[in-house]
Structures are given as structure tokens and as C-alpha cells.
């Protein structure tokens, strides 16, 4: 399996985003449920972008971050 580039549309542009190797799809979709509330609270693309993989690597890898870092994804989790 390789990863896989998926295109969708954020704050009215259309950017592409990767669902990675060890990423199921059901951990993939609840990433693009995060950009969905990321675009909401009108994050730009970027940032929403690193923080989907902050909040995957959190939740599902039990990844830990410092608190600045965690701070910003916790009303998420």
C-alpha cells in the first residue's frame, strides 16, 4: 500500500492532503472531520494541516507534546 494524495476543498481552495501508510481510513476520515471544524474556526491551510497530524499522532499514537503544542489541539480531542 502506498500513501495516497486525496484532493479536497478548504476555506474555498482546493488543496491536497495524504493519508499515510499506517493511517486507516477510519483514523483518515476523523482527520478530515478535524479540517471541517479547523475551517470553521477559519485556521489557514497550513497550520489546519499540521495540526490534523498533531491530533492523529495524539489520539491514535499516543504521542505526547509539550503543552504549548497540546494546548492547541486539546478542545479537539
Known amino acids: 500500500m502506498e500513501t ?3 484532493k479536497i476543498t ?3 481552495k482546493e488543496v ?3 493519508q499515510f501508510l499506517s493511517e486507516s481510513d477510519e483514523h483518515f476520515q476523523a482527520r478530515l472531520d478535524l479540517l471541517k471544524k479547523l475551517e470553521k474556526d477559519n485556521i489557514n491551510w497550513k497550520d489546519a494541516n499540521k495540526l490534523s497530524k498533531i491530533f492523529y499522532n ?3 499514537k499516543k504521542c ?3 503543552p504549548m503544542v497540546y494546548n492547541m489541539i486539546k478542545k479537539y480531542l
Do not use: D
Open 4 to 6: 495516497q494524495n486525496h
Open 10 to 12: 478548504y476555506l474555498n
Open 16 to 18: 491536497e492532503i495524504t
Open 58 to 60: 495524539a489520539k491514535y
Open 64 to 66: 505526547r507534546y509539550t
